[in-house]
């Protein structure tokens, strides 16, 4: 359930057209939100999928 609520709060961030399969180790049992939602985090940063909205309101400050 960790795993699911910590997807939900990032969907949006994340780009479209993948699908994707989190699989907890037995080591995640009785872990916190904050260290699950970090690894979650960690692990869709890696997989290269969110979304660089910041980046490009980032370039598009610099130009004007």
Do not use: T
């Not at 949006?12 to 970090?38: Q, R, T």
């Amino acid at each position: 359930r960790l795993m699911n609520e910590s997807y939900r709060l990032q969907e949006d961030k994340l780009k479209c057209g993948f699908d994707i399969v989190l699989v907890a180790k037995s080591a995640a049992y009785g872990k916190p939100f904050n260290e699950i939602d970090a690894a979650v985090s960690i692990l869709l940063k890696k997989a290269c999928i969110y979304e660089e909205k910041e980046v490009i309101k980032w370039k598009k400050l610099l130009y004007i």
